[in-house]
Antibody, heavy 121, light 108 residues
Framework: QARLVESGGGVVQPGRSLRLSCAASGFTFSNSVMHWVRQAPGKGLEWLSSSSFDGKTQYYADSVRGRFTISRSNSRRVLSLQMDSLRLEDSGLYYC??????????????WGRGTLLTVSS | SYVLTQPPSVSVAPGQPAKITCGANGIGSQTVHWYQQKAGEAPGVVIYSNENRPSGISERFSASNAGNTATLTISRVEAGDEADYYCQLWDRNLGHVVFGGGTKLTVL
């Protein structure tokens, strides 16, 4: 049974940095594309970034490109999201999700429960 | 680039069918997936690759995709189907995962 547990959320001031982590178990992490998706309070889903199985290819939404960096450690089964230059509008619940695909994103077939980020002065 | 347009809300009486649309130019040439998100929960996929149901998803959920519209259909809606529903595709040209804005399904 797949399990994804996000951590690292909290309250941070605008302009600061934060690193989110997602611990994976119950599936072959090293074979899976992985994603970060966020949801602002009361709003819809916003895709942020995806990583190929080996971490060599990354994809980013325009809203976070140049500020956020996705990475992964297949040996530790951890997906990370380094978030720099945080803005008020980055606040929300951040989900980690797995994809059955090996290289290109396809669909998000299992989601974690999310970690909450609040950007506030 | 694809902008996926969904109606903000759909209301249906129990036992009746519900149709939720996801519109974009030429979406029929793309592979579309659908997610259900109940209040306070993480999303879960209910349809993948246009028409496939994951194991454990009721046969009442089906979908189609042609032309400029993808459609999720829930036959014989139940109170437990009340949720937000999102369509999604992979825009290969832009290298973006794209979600629709979401549709809140209310069971009357």
């Amino acid at each position: 049974q797949a399990r994804l547990v996000e951590s690292g959320g909290g309250v941070v001031q605008p302009g600061r940095s934060l690193r989110l982590s997602c611990a994976a178990s119950g599936f072959t992490f090293s074979n899976s594309v992985m994603h970060w998706v966020r949801q602002a309070p009361g709003k819809g889903l916003e895709w942020l970034s995806s990583s190929s199985f080996d971490g060599k290819t990354q994809y980013y939404a325009d809203s976070v490109r140049g500020r956020f960096t996705i990475s992964r450690s297949n040996s530790r089964r951890v997906l990370s999201l380094q978030m720099d230059s945080l803005r008020l509008e980055d606040s929300g619940l951040y989900y980690c999700a797995k994809d059955p695909s090996h290289t290109d994103p396809n669909h998000l077939d299992f989601w974690g429960r999310g970690t909450l980020l609040t950007v506030s002065s | 680039s694809y902008v996926l347009t969904q109606p903000p809300s759909v209301s249906v009486a129990p036992g009746q069918p519900a149709k939720i649309t996801c519109g974009a130019n030429g979406i029929g040439s793309q592979t579309v997936h659908w997610y259900q998100q109940k209040a306070g929960e993480a999303p879960g996929v209910v349809i993948y690759s246009n028409e496939n149901r994951p194991s454990g998803i009721s046969e009442r959920f089906s979908a189609s995709n042609a032309g400029n519209t993808a459609t999720l259909t829930i036959s014989r809606v139940e109170a437990g189907d009340e949720a937000d529903y999102y369509c999604q595709l992979w825009d290969r040209n832009l290298g973006h995962v794209v979600f629709g804005g979401g549709t809140k399904l209310t069971v009357l």
